[in-house]
């Protein structure tokens, strides 16, 4: 069994945003780029199935659309565990762009599971693994929160809405995967990072696709009012202004 | 044209959730100076279907059929393609719930459609097609064009009122005719919770963090929460440590909420939790430290040890409540 991660890289969670260009661009200045939370949780998972030799999983191979300086990041999931990595040399202009250009590394290659984010903590999208499955006709699972391999079946936990189900799928197809997969990220040992070095990047120059979106600009949220407090030995009257003046209670 | 709105149902009953996605859809077909139209899948009463038309829809379709119990993407998608098709809608709107989400993209690649996931207004503009949507995890917003003929949108929970209009739908029930034969999603096992309030319906959330220094202490914020008919949940710390399930973890990789009223009980407000609470229209934080990053995000504060300000909460919401 092989699976692929699709990953994107996001500037670091904590970065406080700001734009350029009119307010159409995201300043890169000073911004650290990491692998999407959600990826992480999903490399960890992959490689979790792969160490454990029942479930048969041969080999987890890391996918990524972006240009050359995106490649630190691949590097970083390589030495975290994966085997190797496709990249294809374009800019992520949109959701649509990014599944087709992923739809064509699946069709160069054979993959059964393919993972996917549930959303990439930038576009907050949560869009590119069901338009890949839908672009390769194969069956996908939304809000996947366990993956587990017993006797060659997949089993699959989907959150539902207050509740879970657990799943069987046909090999091969799309899961879109949240919290749950995984507990901890897994972190590159010294080990991992000096081997990363040596494993292969495949670059593939990307196919012709449409973009069905494109962005007008950013706005940034209105700040808040400023937060009153309330004295801490007076707590009904928090209860009060909740009832009174906010109207919420 | 027209605007086609998909109503998932729960056991054969719509949510408070599915009449504000239909509000929506009839405001955003007055934009559009056209009529919107409800499509459900899987058995619903008649009755229930009825209800949809309180909201302004000009139309409902109700698809039945055997196979239709359990959500299988592709057949869902497929119908609702069709059905978008059939009656030439222009902009399809969905949940941003996790059925939305498994949805809409898949019907953004079969109807060739541009998708704007998480909306929380009415389009800025209709042409150009301009959408409102969250970024960057609620630290900005992006105006998205979608330059597509048909356009998809999925309308964050919590965030569009009810608007009662009656347009005298008249209501559809046709069998499935999608091969079921593609469906290849089987359902082993279902755990679901009953009688509890849903985190991502709830329009107010009592939430806490590490402040509350114990998984034994959660007695108190419990029973606050069900003075309020509110949800519970939790920041990370507090679900990695298995005080609290999964389940109940709010913040960037966690659950993204918009309630009314967000309070937040021993959690000092990183980033990554503001991530997924910053929605909130009022937020209320308890917090030792006054220069915890909560108190920049909240309304109403009170500096002070979670332990010892509930029970003064809990018992003056008991005492309004009780009036």
């Known amino acids: ?37 959600w990826d992480e949780l999903s490399l960890t998972r992959a490689l979790e199935l792969k160490d454990d030799a029942a479930t048969e999983v041969k080999s987890v191979t890391i996918a990524h659309v972006g240009h050359a300086g995106t490649e630190p990041t691949i590097r970083k999931a390589l030495a975290i565990g994966a085997d190797d990595a496709v990249r294809v040399n374009a800019e992520p202009a949109d959701a649509f762009f990014v599944a087709s250009q992923l739809a064509e590394v699946v069709r160069n290659d054979k993959f059964d599971i393919l993972l996917c984010l549930i959303e990439s903590s930038d576009h907050n999208g949560s869009t590119v693994g069901g338009m890949l499955a839908e672009l ?34 046909p090999t091969p197809f799309v899961a879109v995967v949240q919290k749950g997969i995984a507990k901890e990220p897994r972190i590159a040992a010294m080990r991992g990072i000096m081997m990363a070095r040596t494993k292969p990047i495949k670059v593939l120059e990307p196919i012709a696709a449409e973009t069905y979106t494109e962005i007008a600009g950013y706005e940034m949220p209105k700040p808040r009012t400023a937060c009153r407090f309330i004295d801490p030995a007076s707590p009904k009257q928090l209860i009060e202004l909740l009832q009174q003046e906010a109207k919420v209670i | ?82 059905t978008a098709v059939k009656e030439g809608a222009t902009v399809v709107i969905l949940s941003n719930n996790n059925t939305g989400k498994a949805l809409a993209p898949r019907l953004s690649v079969r109807l060739r459609a541009g998708i704007g996931t998480g ?39 919590n965030s569009y009122e009810l608007i009662e209009r009656r347009n005298d739908p008249v209501i559809e029930e046709v069998p499935l005719q999608v091969d079921s034969s593609l469906a290849k999603t089987r359902v082993q096992e279902v755990q679901k919770q009953t009688g509890k309030i849903l985190l991502t319906d709830a329009e107010i959330v009592v939430s806490g963090g590490r402040g509350m220094k114990s998984p034994d202490n959660w007695g108190p914020l419990i029973e606050l929460a069900d003075l309020l008919g ?36 021993g959690i000092s407000g990183a980033t990554q939790h ?33 332990m010892k ?15």
Not at chain 1, 21 to 30: A, E, F, S, V
Not at chain 1, 149 to 162: A, F, H
Not at chain 2, 275 to 281: C, D, E, L, P, Q
Not at chain 2, 310 to 319: I, N, T, W
Request: glycine residues 8%.
């Open chain 1, 1 to 37: 069994m092989k699976i692929l991660v699709c990953m994107s890289q996001v500037p670091d969670t904590t970065t406080r945003v700001k734009f350029v260009d009119d307010n159409k661009k995201l300043d890169t200045n000073g911004i650290q780029w990491v692998i999407n939370p």
């Open chain 2, 230 to 265: 509110a949800a519970t949940a939790c920041s990370r710390p507090v679900s990695d440590e298995g005080w609290r399930g999964h389940d109940e973890h709010t913040g960037q990789t966690g659950k993204i909420i918009a309630p009314n009223l967000y309070i937040a009980i």
């Open chain 2, 309 to 323: 300000v509930l029970p003064g909460l809990v018992e003056s919401v008991r005492e309004i409540k009780s009036r």
């Open chain 2, 274 to 306: 503001l991530a997924g609470v910053s929605s909130s229209k009022y937020i209320v934080a308890i917090n030792t430290d006054k220069d915890a990053p909560i108190f920049e995000a909240a309304q109403y504060g009170i500096v002070g040890d979670a």
């Open chain 2, 1 to 82: 044209m027209s605007v086609l709105v998909f109503t998932e149902n729960w056991d054969g009953k719509f949510k408070k959730s599915s009449f504000e996605l239909v509000s929506y859809a009839s405001s955003v077909a007055e934009m559009l100076n056209t009529t919107a139209c409800a499509l459900s899948i899987g058995k619903v009463d008649k009755g229930e279907l009825e209800e949809l038309g309180l909201y302004g829809v000009k139309k409902i379709i109700g698809v039945t059929g055997d196979s239709l119990d359990v959500l299988d993407n592709q057949i869902y998608t497929r119908i609702i393609a069709e």
């Open chain 2, 119 to 157: 909306v929380s207004k009415l389009p800025v503009s209709i042409n150009p097609f301009v959408l409102y949507k969250r970024a960057y995890s609620g630290n900005a917003y992006a105006l998205l064009t979608i330059k597509t003929g048909i356009r998809i949108i999925t309308l964050a929970q």
């Open chain 1, 136 to 169: 390769l006709e194969l069956p996908s699972i939304s809000a996947v929160s366990g993956l587990n391999i017993r006797d060659g079946q997949v089993l699959i936990n989907r959150e539902i809405d207050g509740g879970r189900e657990t799943v069987t799928l």
